[in-house]
Each structure stands twice: as structure tokens, then as C-alpha cells.
């Protein structure tokens, strides 16, 4: 159980294109989903939490007009790289939860890689 | 500033050995722990996770926690080649997964 997918895994795309990432879970409803981003030997860092039928809470310097996020339904969020520059070049990997005390747990999704040249 | 701490390694161990990974967090209205491995190019998966104060263990993984210290481990036994890997250290001081913070995580190594 608790299976969370991503989709494309990998993407190419032109520089000032969008490209969409789409994230579901597939035996489970998550209230909470969490999107992050992860440079080449670096951290994770989350880049935004989404609520599902609410806006969501992006973190202290992600762009939110930028990466536009929608959890439209219990088992689907979407972020779209608007614009992308070579500099949005990552690993951006979701996450979700069921989010009740009893269970908590984050699990995330294979990740997407996305590549703008 | 909630701050979860890792030891960034490498930390090397034979195969066979037992590997100790630990974890401090600094807010001590935290919940609930969480152990992710992730390999190289690959997103985290989920170890295990422990509510309550001492051990739990799961095939060849223990958690360890200590609130009052503020602190967490992860014990590998027989070490395998195969767990090399990075393993995140998460803690949620939140009631609904809102106050999730990973640590910056450390790097296994396990030699054959």
C-alpha cells in the first residue's frame, strides 16, 4: 500500500516552455501533498505543501507564479514549471500524506527529472 | 527554526558490521520520527517510523528514540553492499504532516 506516482519521470524542454508534473496517489486519499526539489548532491528542499481543494503554502523564496501548483482532487496534485530556465534544471520529487494524527507518514512518488536547455 | 541534525558521513562499515545512523531534533513538541533511505538519483523511501519513547525494530532495521535527549537512531544490522545509501532523518512537530523536517541526511557506505 501507500503508492505514489509520478508523471513524466523524465523531461526535456526548451527554455521558456512549461512542463507539468503530475503526481497521484494510488491506494490511498491524501489530504496533504508536498512537492521538493533536490540539486545533484544536495538536500531536499520543499518547495511548497498543497491542501487538497485549498491554495497552497509555498516556502520562503519559491515562486509561486512561477510553480503553480493545483490538488484539485484527493489523489492528484499538479506543478507546472511556467517559463522554465536552465536554472529550474532538478530533481523534483512529490510526496503524500494521509495526514491524520495516526498517519502522518510522508510517501513520495519516483521523482521527476527535469531537464531545460 | 525547527532543525533536524545529521551527521553528513561518509560513514563507512564493513559488511557484517552493524551501521548506527544518528538524528538530533531540536523541537521537543515533535511526534513522530521517520527513517527514508534514498540511493543516488532516486527519490527517498519510507524505513520506518517510531511514535514512542525506546526500540523498534523491523527485520534487520531498529529505530531508536529518546525524546528527552532529542534524539534518534537508526541501527542496520549485517550490513549488506546493497544498503549504501543516503538516510534521511524526518521529524513532524505537527499533528498533520504540516511540520515535516528532513535532515540533511548521511551518507552509508558498506564495504564488501
Known amino acids: 500500500g501507500a503508492v505514489v506516482s509520478q508523471h513524466p519521470s523524465r523531461v526535456i524542454c526548451k527554455s521558456g516552455t512549461s512542463v507539468k508534473i503530475e503526481c497521484r496517489s494510488l491506494?490511498?486519499?491524501?489530504?496533504?501533498m508536498f512537492w521538493y526539489r533536490q540539486f545533484p548532491k544536495q538536500s531536499l528542499m520543499l518547495m511548497a505543501t498543497?491542501?487538497?481543494?485549498?491554495?497552497?503554502?509555498?516556502e520562503q523564496g519559491v515562486e509561486k507564479d512561477k510553480f503553480l501548483i493545483n490538488h484539485a482532487s484527493l489523489t492528484l496534485s499538479t506543478l507546472t514549471v511556467t517559463s522554465a530556465h536552465p536554472e529550474d534544471s532538478s530533481f523534483y520529487i512529490c510526496?503524500?500524506?494521509?495526514?491524520?494524527?495516526?498517519?502522518?507518514?510522508?510517501?513520495f512518488g519516483p521523482g521527476t527529472r527535469l531537464t531545460v536547455l | 527554526q525547527k532543525e533536524v541534525e545529521q551527521n553528513s558521513g561518509p560513514l563507512s562499515v564493513p559488511e557484517g558490521a552493524i551501521a548506527s545512523l544518528n538524528c538530533t531534533y531540536s523541537d521537543r513538541g515533535s511526534q513522530s520520527f521517520f527513517w527514508y533511505r534514498q540511493y543516488s538519483g532516486k527519490s527517498p523511501e519510507l524505513i520506518m517510523f517510531?511514535?514512542?519513547?525506546g526500540d523498534k525494530e523491523d527485520g534487520r532495521f531498529t529505530a531508536q528514540l529518546n525524546k528527552a535527549s532529542q534524539y534518534v537512531s537508526l541501527l542496520i544490522r549485517d550490513s549488506q553492499p546493497s544498503d549504501s545509501a543516503t538516510y534521511l532523518c524526518a521529524v513532524n512537530s505537527g499533528n498533520y504532516g504540516q511540520n515535516f523536517v528532513f535532515g540533511p541526511g548521511t551518507r552509508l557506505s558498506v564495504l564488501p
Open positions: 498543497s491542501n487538497e481543494g485549498s491554495k497552497a503554502t509555498y
Open positions: 517510531i511514535y514512542s519513547n
Open positions: 491506494d490511498f486519499q491524501a489530504t496533504t
Open positions: 510526496s503524500a500524506s494521509q495526514s491524520s494524527p495516526s498517519t502522518d507518514t510522508q510517501y
